[in-house]
């Protein structure tokens, strides 16, 4: 093997390091004020950044909804980690939701919160159901170590409720 | 004597088809039993047993007895959801007996057609029934003189939707009180309704509660010197709790009386004087909280009201203070987490125990006090006996307000008693909630040693009966926020079965010797009502759908139906048209208990419903949601 | 030597000038710090005398050295036995006096220990001081509870008596450091530490979060102030009462906004609706020195700049930017001005 070859395979993890760094750019973004720079492709903006999706996290927890939606299992509100949204499940109805209110209970945080903030929110709570980038979740639960961080728990994905399925998780419910 | 090479050698062509045999026999037998595992799980099996006898029943001379005012109501009506105004749930009705429950037949259902949790007991006042419904509170008549019990009326008082989302645990209602001609109920929006029981027709509509502000009203009126008595709900969402009394002919408010706050407010005033020191002071509600803490304190009266009419005064518990997170609010938090004792006619507090001093653990003493009278040293003492939160059987001097006894019911180590000299409980240091960490194995947990759901007492046997729970938890803080009309706890908690791993339990209770006499553990925590009758048999339900006949004496199991949805609901009896004994229950599983199933919630996060789901995971194999009201009666 | 001795002025500056001011351990302005200023100051008098006398020592070596191989005599040859026996000596002598030496150093670090552990005694006021990214939440505690105090970003305690600072976090590891007063103590998630303040007269200090924690580590500061025990208590008591609400006018329609508009689901002003929990307590803002957490002096304009932007003096606090027309500006600062 000629030393420049070697050279030349010596590069290689560190091309492929540099390929890596660069392929996680776009999670640590942090907009600080969100502009008219997000109008075109808001959604995946928040929903791909893990300092957005942290930040909705820490709202989760100081804007009650935690009081309500426990740590996504539900309680006075309906669960948010399953795949029923009744009033639509992408990061634009979510938004709405959390500002606007629905009737049947979900206040309105309008003039509680931020737009962004709203943002923020909608994207933590779709990660908590909806595939995220794994390197955008945030590691940190935000109760005092009663939960395992979401991160190591499976998340379970948007699916079609099927009777299999269903039947596996309650033969695992009973163990 | 082992067996050598040879013989084994030789024995294995005849061995060989017996062993196949055998294989097989036993992947059947144990296919069979997994398959009957499945459906049902070994636990729910291992506590289904008769009742083990702890004491002897007292003897005559030393039963607890019924107030010499209380006359139970022996022409078989049932006006009230606890039965009489002294809250005995006890039923004078004999016909249906220890001897011939057994033969007990379902007459008549009806369905709500609602799927959320059903707590309510229907009355019946002549040839009515009288039926509540969790939200959205419609309101039946139905007729009993005819066949299959039509609907005589139907009202709907239409709450709003909203009110949903601010009611803690399941949007369910307790039921309605009947007196004068009228029906009196409460809505989940925060409404008090007087309906007149003939028609069906308003006659008087008052708003109580405001949603915005996270208040609703879940408990059943009571109606005591023509006073509706009417509690506000909200203690998780940081409402500052009060009971008002309206007028029960015009809904004029009469009095009102804040559980938080200023003496004025609380109506405290020259004749309030309760035995304990830590009570007594001006303007207590304000100086036991952290400034501006009493106006998001909680204290609501969201549960029952007993009624002593010699006395003049009603008795009611107070919820717990808010937030959940304690360290957000030093100080005793009065007057919350205990037990008010008023003059009905003005609303003036006559004493004030407070069960949970600046309560750490959602111990709400919002539960039933049960006004009776006890043979103690020769003397009858009067009395009320409250099985707390807290795990410990208050009986309480009802005069004065003085503790007589506090025996544990329940499993406690959150406390380590109380003490009689000043009536506060001793905490267990050991569990005292901390911020950003977790405190382990805290029992009773918040639901407490029994919930909302009422004791009942029977004057033959002398015994309370108890349903109850088995839980403990695992709880921490976190800093929590007030936002107006959105949850004020800071508490993250995880429950499960307490020790023996039943999480239920079904205790018989002598107050005099203040032992227990007989226990049933039961499988799921015990959240339906109790029922004792004058046939020495006691009625309750279980979360899993049966609905079981007990003997008073021993515990023996008489008789048990499977209904369609677990019962959380309050067992009642009385005379139909006929002549003949009836009892009543809803099977309709939610509430707190039951939000698993009524509200679809997803056990996969241990903290969901406060912690509650973790304790019920398999609920949702073992019974639906539902609701449906079962009559029954013995055969013609 | 020479050539060393140049830039000394310059060092000898820069130690003296930390010596002074609202940040620094060598003022000895509480118990604490005036101990172990004094235990530093023993401490560098001893090891800067033994450091001058090994300096001399060697440089005599050296001078003599020198004389020796001038003279011939050399070191090949075995010194006389006189002088060895002074050489004996003088080690026996050096090792005798650094092992003395350190006995006392040992022996007054643990005095010194005691006597603080003495000084700080029962405290009169007890503190829980909560660190959040990035700003420090006060709560006084009190027997009775309808007394207990909520602020903010400021500190007051009375001088010649002892608080006890109760330390706790609410999300990563911080550091309370009031230099001038005591030593520095870590705010550690799940767990409770205190440090004990004796502060010896009154004056106004500055501490900073001597623990990284976050991008805004470095405005994360506290204004400490010590009070005669009784402008502490006139303080207090005048902390306890809840500001005015506006009748009218630009405040009043601040108040308004406040209470609509985002501002309450966060921060809590005394006895109005806004009971927000989750960012400084604002009742009486107004009468702190800075803002956010020590970032812009308080003024009119800072105050105006800071809730039109917090994005921009501290880039990534948990303050968002809430849209506002320059008019509800003015309101709405018009309105925390009152908040005295």
């Given at each position: 093997m000629?030393?420049?070859s ?9 091309a492929?390091l540099?390929?890596?760094?660069l ?5 640590e973004?942090?907009?600080y ?5 997000h ?5 995946a903006?928040?929903r791909?950044?893990?300092y957005?999706?942290?930040?909705g ?13 426990s ?6 509100g ?10 639509g499940s992408?990061m634009?109805?979510?938004v709405q939701?959390i ?13 509680r919160?931020?737009?962004?903030q ?10 908590l ?23 190591l728990d ?5 699916r ?13 419910g009973?163990? | ?5 040879a ?5 294995r ?6 062993a196949?045999?055998?294989?097989v026999l036993?992947v059947l037998v ?5 398959v009957?595992?499945?459906?049902y ?13 702890l ?6 001379t030393?039963?607890?007895r019924?107030?010499?005012?209380n ?5 078989g009506?049932?006006?009230?959801q606890?039965g009489?105004t002294?809250?005995?749930?006890f ?5 249906i007996?220890?001897d ?8 008549f259902t ?5 799927k ?20 959205p509170?419609?309101v ?11 609907i005589?009326?139907h ?5 709003l939707?909203a009110?949903q989302?601010v ?9 309605a ?5 009228k029906?009196?109920?409460n ?17 008087w509509?008052?708003k109580?509660?405001e949603?915005?502000?996270?208040e ?7 109606l005591?010197?023509g006073r509706v ?7 998780e969402?940081?409402?500052r ?5 309206l ?7 009469v ?8 003496d ?17 002071g001006?303007?207590?509600?304000v100086?036991t909280?952290?400034p501006d ?15 002593d009419?010699?006395l003049?005064?009603?008795y009611?518990?107070?919820g717990n203070?808010g937030?959940w997170?304690a360290l957000?609010?030093?100080g ?12 009905v006619?003005?609303g ?5 125990y ?5 309560d ?5 003493d ?10 103690i040293g020769?003397?009858l ?6 099985p ?7 009986v ?5 307000g003085?503790v ?6 329940s ?10 000299r ?21 029992c009773?947990a918040a ?10 007492f029977?004057p033959?046997t ?15 803080d976190?800093?929590t926020n007030?936002i107006?009309?959105?949850?004020f ?7 499960y079965a307490?020790?023996?791993a039943n999480?239920g ?8 010797a ?10 799921l925590?015990?959240?339906s009502g ?5 046939g ?20 023996r199991l ?6 369609v ?22 099977a309709g599983?939610?509430?707190?208990a039951g939000g ?8 996969g ?8 789901v ?23 | ?6 830039p000394?002025?310059?060092l000898?500056?820069?130690f ?5 001011g ?8 509480g118990t604490?710090?005036?101990?172990i ?9 001893t ?5 001058l006398?090994?300096l001399v020592?060697?440089?005599?070596a050296?001078?003599?050295?020198t004389?020796?191989?001038a ?8 010194p ?11 080690l ?6 650094t092992a ?9 670090t643990?005095l010194?220990?005691?006597s603080?552990a003495r ?8 503190v829980e ?6 700003w ?8 009775v509870?309808?007394?207990t105090l909520?602020?903010a970003?400021?500190l ?11 330390l ?11 230099p001038?007063?005591?030593g520095?103590q ?7 530490t205190?440090v ?5 007269h ?7 979060c001597a623990?990284f924690c ?8 506290l204004?400490?102030?010590?009070d ?13 009462k809840?500001p ?5 006018g ?8 406040f ?9 809590n002003?005394?006895?109005?609706p806004a009971?927000?929990m989750?960012?400084p ?5 107004a009468s702190?020195r ?8 308080m003024?009119?304009?800072n ?14 606090n948990?303050m968002?930017?809430?849209t506002?027309s320059?008019?509800?500006l003015?309101?709405l600062?018009?309105y925390l001005?009152?908040?005295?």
């Amino acid at each position: 093997m000629s030393s420049l070859s070697r050279a030349r395979l010596a590069l290689l993890p560190l091309a492929l390091l540099q390929l890596s760094l660069l392929a996680s750019c776009g999670r640590e973004t942090r907009d600080y004020r969100s502009n008219m720079l997000h109008a075109q492709n808001r959604a995946a903006d928040f929903r791909g950044n893990a300092y957005h999706i942290a930040q909705g996290q820490r709202l989760f927890g100081w804007m009650n909804c935690s009081g309500c939606h426990s740590h996504g299992g539900g309680g006075m509100g309906p669960p948010l980690r399953d795949a029923k949204w009744r009033y639509g499940s992408s990061m634009d109805n979510i938004v709405q939701t959390i500002l606007n209110g629905r009737p049947n209970g979900m206040p309105a945080f309008r003039a509680r919160i931020t737009e962004d903030q709203a943002w923020e929110l909608a994207a933590y709570v779709t990660s908590l159901s909806i595939r995220t980038r794994k390197d955008a979740l945030s590691a940190r639960g935000e109760e005092p170590a009663n939960v395992e961080p979401p991160t190591l728990d499976e998340r379970k994905n948007p699916r079609a409720v099927s009777g299999k399925q269903d039947a596996a998780e309650k033969k695992v419910g009973t163990q | 004597m082992p067996a050598s090479p040879a013989h084994r050698e030789a024995g294995r062509g005849r061995i060989a088809p017996i062993a196949i045999a055998v294989v097989v026999l036993a992947v059947l037998v144990a296919l069979g039993a997994a398959v009957l595992a499945f459906r049902y799980p070994a636990r729910a099996a291992r506590f289904d047993v008769n009742a083990r006898i702890l004491a002897p029943l007292p003897a005559p001379t030393t039963r607890a007895r019924l107030t010499s005012w209380n006359h139970p109501d022996s022409t078989g009506q049932f006006t009230w959801q606890l039965g009489d105004t002294a809250g005995t749930r006890f039923s004078p009705l004999g016909e249906i007996t220890s001897d011939n429950v057994g033969r007990l037949q379902q007459t008549f259902t009806f369905d709500t057609g609602l799927k959320r949790g059903h707590e309510a007991a229907p009355l019946v006042v002549g040839t009515t029934m009288y039926i509540t419904t969790p939200w959205p509170n419609d309101v039946y008549a139905l007729d009993l003189a005819k066949p299959g019990a039509p609907i005589k009326w139907h009202y709907q008082p239409k709450p709003l939707p909203a009110a949903q989302g601010v009611a803690c645990c399941d949007v369910v209602n307790r039921g309605a009180v009947y007196g004068g001609g009228k029906l009196y109920f409460n809505t989940l929006d925060g409404q008090t309704i007087a309906l007149d029981a003939a028609t069906g027709h308003e006659v008087w509509k008052v708003k109580l509660a405001e949603i915005n502000r996270g208040e609703t009203i879940t408990m059943a009126p009571l109606l005591a010197e023509g006073r509706v008595l009417v509690g506000t709900s909200g203690g998780e969402m940081g409402v500052r709790g009060s009971l008002t009394a309206l007028d029960a002919g015009s809904g004029a408010v009469v009095w009102k009386a804040y559980s938080t706050g200023p003496d004025k407010d609380v109506l405290i005033g020259p004749e309030f004087h309760p035995p304990y020191p830590a009570e007594q002071g001006k303007d207590l509600g304000v100086s036991t909280w952290n400034p501006d803490g009493w106006k998001i304190g909680g204290g609501n009266p969201w549960g029952w009201i007993s009624y002593d009419p010699e006395l003049h005064l009603i008795y009611y518990g107070t919820g717990n203070p808010g937030p959940w997170n304690a360290l957000q609010r030093p100080g005793d938090n009065k007057w919350t987490a205990g037990i008010f004792a008023r003059d009905v006619r003005t609303g003036q507090a006559r004493w004030f125990y407070q069960s949970s001093p600046h309560d750490l653990f959602d111990y709400d003493d919002i539960n039933e006090s049960i006004l009776v009278d006890l043979p103690i040293g020769g003397a009858l003492h009067k009395v009320l006996i409250h099985p707390a939160r807290t795990g410990f059987l208050m009986v309480i001097d009802r005069e004065t307000g003085r503790v007589l006894s506090a025996d544990p019911y329940s499993y406690i180590n959150s406390m380590t008693g109380v003490d009689l000299r000043t009536g506060r409980p001793t905490m267990n240091p050991d569990k005292l909630p901390q911020s950003g960490r977790v405190t382990r194995d805290i029992c009773p947990a918040a639901p407490g040693g029994k919930d909302w759901n009422p004791s009942s007492f029977s004057p033959l046997t002398g015994l309370i009966y108890i349903p109850h729970n088995n839980l403990c938890m695992d709880e921490g803080d976190v800093q929590t926020n007030y936002i107006a009309g959105t949850p004020f706890l800071g508490t993250e908690a995880r429950m499960y079965a307490g020790p023996g791993a039943n999480r239920g339990l079904f205790t018989a209770w002598d107050p005099v010797a203040r032992r227990k006499v007989w226990e049933i553990r039961e499988d799921l925590p015990v959240w339906s009502g109790a029922l004792a009758t004058a046939g020495n048999v006691v009625f309750y339900g279980t979360m899993d759908g049966w609905f079981k006949a007990v003997d008073a004496r021993d515990g023996r199991l008489l008789w048990k139906q499977h209904l369609v949805s677990g019962i959380i609901g309050m067992p009642m009896s009385y005379r139909g048209p006929d002549g003949r004994q009836y009892v009543a229950i809803f099977a309709g599983v939610g509430g707190w208990a039951g939000g698993i199933v009524a509200g679809a919630l997803d056990p996969g996060d241990p903290t969901t419903a406060l912690g509650f789901v973790n304790a019920m995971k398999d609920l949702v194999k073992r019974t639906d949601a539902g609701g449906r009201l079962y009559v029954f009666a013995l055969p013609r | 030597m020479m050539r060393a001795s140049a830039p000394l002025p310059s060092l000898l500056a820069l130690f003296l000038g930390a010596c002074h001011g609202v940040q620094t351990s060598a003022s000895g302005d509480g118990t604490e710090s005036l101990r172990i200023g004094n235990l530093f100051g023993l401490f560098l008098g001893t090891t800067g005398v033994v450091y001058l006398i090994v300096l001399v020592l060697l440089a005599i070596a050296i001078k003599r050295g020198t004389r020796h191989r001038a003279c011939g005599s050399g070191l090949q040859g075995e010194p006389p036995s006189h002088l060895e026996n002074r050489w004996r000596l003088g080690l026996i002598v050096f090792t005798g006096a650094t092992a003395l030496i350190l006995l006392l150093l040992s022996l007054a670090t643990f005095l010194t220990d005691r006597s603080i552990a003495r000084a700080a005694g029962a405290p009169t006021v007890e503190v829980e001081v909560i660190g959040h990214q990035w700003w420090w939440e006060v709560r006084y505690r009190d027997p009775v509870a309808g007394r207990t105090l909520h602020t903010a970003n400021e500190l007051h305690i009375p001088a010649g008596l002892t608080t006890q600072v109760k330390l706790s976090t609410s999300d990563v590891i911080h550091s309370l450091w009031i230099p001038n007063l005591a030593g520095k103590q870590d705010l550690i998630p799940g767990r409770k530490t205190d440090v004990m303040l004796h502060p010896l007269h009154t004056g106004l200090y500055r501490s900073q979060c001597a623990e990284f924690c976050g991008m805004q580590h470095a405005r994360m500061a506290l204004d400490v102030t010590v009070d005669s025990p009784a402008d502490f208590a006139r303080w207090y008591d005048t902390s306890l009462k809840s500001p005015p609400i506006p009748t009218g006018g630009l405040a009043y329609a601040g108040f308004q906004i406040f209470q609509n508009r985002q501002c309450a689901s966060c921060h809590n002003v005394a006895d109005t609706p806004a009971s927000g929990m989750v960012a400084p307590d604002l009742s009486h803002i107004a009468s702190r020195r800075t803002i956010a957490a020590g970032t812009l002096a308080m003024s009119h304009a800072n105050l105006r700049s800071w809730i039109a932007d917090p994005q921009t003096p501290k880039p990534g606090n948990q303050m968002p930017k809430v849209t506002l027309s320059p008019a509800e500006l003015d309101a709405l600062t018009a309105y925390l001005e009152t908040l005295k």
